[in-house]
């Protein structure tokens, strides 16, 4: 099991946390949807920045969705497998990628029962 992090905004965390993962999700004025899932490792490494830094980057571009935010949520290991690879998305990034095909399916089917918390994020 590891915590991983996904930095948002207040509202979209609120909405992911009670529906699970939308890989259908546009955002306003956005040209297609999510697809996916990124999270980060909790520790790191941050070789694309941090969930805080997205969460700020976020809230910066959509100022009416609630704040900076991070959805941490426990993942079992077998799913987080599911959507690491190599060379795309090893592990060894600290970035872990849910798509379909790769670990999304199993981990919507499993977003209930895995323990989830909001954490407001300060800005700068």
């Known amino acids: 099991m590891a915590l991983l992090r996904h930095g948002t905004t207040r509202g979209r965390a609120e909405k992911i946390v009670a529906n699970g993962p939308?890989?259908?999700?546009?955002e306003p004025g956005g040209n297609g949807a999510a697809e996916g899932f990124s999270t980060f490792l909790q520790r790191g490494p941050f070789l694309f920045g941090t969930a805080e830094d997205y969460a700020r980057f976020k809230a910066a571009a959509f100022?009416?969705?609630?704040?900076?935010?991070?959805?941490?949520?426990?993942?079992?290991?077998?799913?987080?497998?599911?959507?690491?690879?190599?060379?795309?998305?090893?592990?060894?990034q600290g970035l872990v990628q849910f798509d379909r095909g790769a670990g999304l399916e199993e981990l919507r089917a499993d977003w209930m029962y895995l323990a989830k918390r909001i954490v407001p994020v300060e800005a700068p």
Request: proline share 17%; no cysteine; charged share 25%.
């Open 63 to 92: 100022p009416d969705e609630g704040g900076p935010a991070i959805l941490e949520v426990e993942v079992p290991d077998e799913i987080i497998l599911l959507a690491t690879s190599e060379p795309y998305f090893p592990l060894s």
């Open 22 to 26: 939308d890989p259908d999700f546009v």
